[in-house]
């Protein structure tokens, strides 16, 4: 008997299985009675898109559609080797413009929601048949996520996509019709892992304390204060007290009155027990938890402690959430697009998202002005990295060497009968006098001062020069050092 009635639920299951869209029957469990039994679930994956998950993938989200990708033809590692495409060119023209429901914004936005919920997001790529008898894509459409299964093959790993829009019949599309972008997985090759299937029971904590929360407002507000008696009051008796304080303490210029007792009358105030103390502790802390998921500081979603550092809580907020949670989620997004997309228009077109970070910009604003002072690049090439056109100037394209190298070193010449003179003179290693023959006295005041050979050498033909160049040609050594 037991048998027959499990058979019998398990076929009930089944059927409502195999009536359902076959997004939202991947893997779906018998029993949803445990903690985070939607995690394989696409359709309550993205259910779960509110409180604190919406905040905290609303602000992911909406950073990464702030940044339109870059479109360039690669021939080498180097910088001045990435030459961007125009403007006019047809996979600039789609991303521009993936379809004439979508903008640039709400494609690049409902991608990362659906990463982000459910680990995986589909493009519908809408192909055309060129003059040249290729196919080319023409628009991009976002497909919800729910509506989408994959269909694995033995020998071709990937045989093709079920899409099952509500209502509407099954519809079967090859792999290139499909561009298929997904978080690493590690128990699955097809399908993505999100941050919010990994951390289910988390998600099923809050929502549950948002529910008693709820239910305990709903239930009805508790009281200030109790009063307490031994006697039995009846309901006149305590229907006069309550107005009575209502009429005295109402108001904000009687909160302060003193509270005067009939007999037996004892009044204390309402207080939360420890156990309701971690309760509202509990939902902070599950909010901080979710928001670390995401990889989301809290003054991102407007929440800050300490108000009195200013700007310099934003600006790290912003470095660390754009360097560790936007920057690679581009990077993911632009390999996958390279390999699936670009590779559609030739082998070496890469699709790139620059750095997003406010400290790398500055960085890199810095470095390329030492570039262009120690003549390591030119104008326009710094320009064409950054996606500009060139100007006209040839000298722009020219390297500007620092005045220390625009110039020529001049060589020093020394005559060697001086030299020598020099070497075997032993008065020239004698210290020198603080008469040197640029510090002449008046000569009527002054007394004739003998020949002092050691009072200051006569500069060499082309030590003035050198001087000139301060740190990049050594000062020339005495000749009675050695």
Not at 434 to 462: F, I, M, R, W, Y
Request: aromatic letters at 10%; proline letters at 12%; a neutral charge.
């Amino acid at each position: 008997m037991w048998r027959q009635l499990w058979q019998w639920w398990k076929g009930k299951q089944r059927a409502r299985i195999d009536r359902s869209p076959p997004g939202t029957a991947l893997r779906l469990p018998l029993l949803s009675s445990y903690g985070g039994w939607w995690q394989d679930n696409p359709l309550e994956q993205v259910r779960n898109f509110r409180s604190w998950v919406y905040v905290a993938v609303h602000a992911i989200a909406q950073e990464a559609a702030r940044y339109q990708p870059r479109v360039f033809r690669s021939t080498g590692p180097g910088d001045d080797e990435q030459l961007p495409l125009p403007q006019h060119h047809p996979l600039c023209r789609l991303l521009h413009h993936p379809n004439p429901w979508l903008t640039p914004w709400e494609l690049w936005y409902l991608t990362l929601v659906y990463l982000e919920l459910t680990g995986n997001a589909f493009w519908y790529v809408a192909q055309a048949p060129q003059t040249t008898g290729t196919l080319l894509p023409q628009e991009l459409w976002i497909i919800p996520t729910p509506w989408v299964r994959i269909l694995p093959d033995a020998r071709q790993v990937l045989r093709g996509y079920e899409v099952a829009a509500p209502g509407q019949p099954t519809e079967w599309f090859a792999p290139e019709e499909v561009i298929h972008l997904k978080y690493p997985n590690p128990l699955n090759p097809h399908y993505g892992l999100s941050p919010l299937q990994a951390n289910a029971l988390t998600i099923d904590a809050h929502s549950e304390l948002l529910q008693a929360r709820y239910q305990t407002f709903q239930a009805g507000p508790r009281p200030g204060i109790v009063l307490q008696t031994e006697q039995i009051l009846t309901e006149q008796t305590v229907a006069r007290l309550e107005e009575r304080l209502q009429a005295r303490f109402q108001g904000r210029e009687s909160w302060h009155r003193p509270l005067v007792l009939e007999q037996g009358l004892h009044a204390n105030p309402w207080t939360l027990t420890p156990a309701e103390m971690d309760f509202v502790n509990s939902a902070r802390m599950t909010r901080d938890e979710i928001l670390a998921i995401f990889r989301v500081p809290p003054p991102i979603t407007g929440i800050v402690e300490n108000m009195g550092l200013g700007a310099d809580i934003w600006l790290g907020a912003r470095v660390m959430f754009c360097e560790g949670t936007i920057q690679p989620k581009l990077d993911l997004i632009g390999q996958i697009l390279t390999r699936y997309l670009a590779s559609r228009y030739g082998e070496d077109i890469m699709i790139e998202f620059p750095d997003c970070s406010p400290r790398l910009r500055q960085q890199q604003r810095q470095e390329e002005e030492q570039d262009v002072r120690w003549g390591l690049r030119t104008i326009n090439e710094i320009r064409q990295g950054r996606g500009w056109k060139p100007l006209p100037d040839p000298r722009l394209d020219q390297v500007l060497l620092p005045r220390e190298l625009a110039t020529p070193p001049v060589r020093q010449t020394r005559k060697a009968p001086h030299r020598a003179r020099r070497r075997r003179d032993p008065i020239w290693r004698q210290p020198p006098t603080d008469q040197t023959p640029s510090q002449k006295a008046p000569a009527n005041l002054a007394s004739p001062q003998p020949h002092n050979p050691v009072a200051a050498p006569s500069q060499e033909p082309g030590e003035q020069e050198l001087s000139c160049l301060p740190g990049i040609f050594p000062t020339p050594e005495p000749w009675g050092a050695d």
